[in-house]
């Protein structure tokens, strides 16, 4: 089974931050991941598709790009919304999540 | 506009079983598979199982085979998941999401807003 690892676990930034997130994938996957959003007491919502295709509604701030194996998602200027965890996806795997804290 | 309507919190008893609901509106339910999404307070997601609620078909996550069931009431919209034997470790929120399925790729890009289930004695 695929795995997916993301780096880092967890970081602290400040408003107007450009942040990036990597997930990695234990063997190619094309272009086949997703980015989530996920706030504290809410449910994960769909950010980016097929690595790189913005979800409509979602702020033209959140980018991704990769494939195969290396995936970056991009928020080009952190947001108080944006606070929140992030979660790579690759058809029924999950990778652990990113925490983005405020500095 | 699309929504996923879950049931309500449930607190069982060790061995128990839980039956949690995912109501859906917004869309024709036959045309997307519907998956199951835990998360264990502090933790991440971890998937269940999906449904096709046309034909019914099912496939679980090998760490729940055995234990979970998933069944829809195409009449009513609604896609069920039924998690038996429950221990202490089941206590999780529980989601249901619908699947947008492009080539090759598999996504969920509806949720439902949880269901805690809580297994204490």
């Known amino acids: 089974a695929i795995q997916l690892t993301q780096s880092p676990s967890s970081l602290s930034a400040s408003v107007g931050d450009r942040v990036t997130i990597t997930c990695r994938a234990s063997q190619g996957i094309n272009s086949a991941l997703a980015w989530y959003q996920q706030i504290p007491g809410k449910a994960p919502n769909l950010l980016i598709y097929?690595?790189?295709n913005l979800q409509s509604g979602v702020p033209s701030r959140f980018s991704g790009s990769g494939s195969g194996t290396d995936f970056t998602l991009t928020i080009s200027s952190l947001q108080p919304e944006d606070f929140a965890t992030y979660y790579c996806q690759q058809k029924f795997t999950f990778g652990p999540g990113t925490t983005v804290d405020i500095k | 506009q699309v929504q996923l309507v879950q049931s309500g919190a449930e607190v069982k008893e060790p061995g128990a079983s839980v039956k949690v609901s995912c109501k859906a509106s917004g869309y024709t339910f036959n045309n997307y598979d519907i998956n199951w999404v835990r998360q264990v307070t502090g933790q991440g997601l971890e998937w269940m199982g999906w449904m096709n609620p046309n034909s019914g078909n099912t496939g679980y996550a090998q760490k729940f085979q055995g234990r979970v069931t998933i069944t829809r009431n195409t009449s009513i919209s609604t896609a069920y998941m039924e998690l038996s034997s429950l221990r202490s470790e089941d206590t999780a929120v529980y989601y249901c999401?619908?699947?947008?399925?492009?080539?090759?790729?598999?996504?969920?890009?509806?949720w439902g807003q949880g269901t805690l289930v809580t297994v204490s004695s």
């Open positions: 999401a619908r699947v947008l399925k492009l080539s090759g790729s598999y996504y969920f890009d509806y």
């Open positions: 097929d690595a790189s």
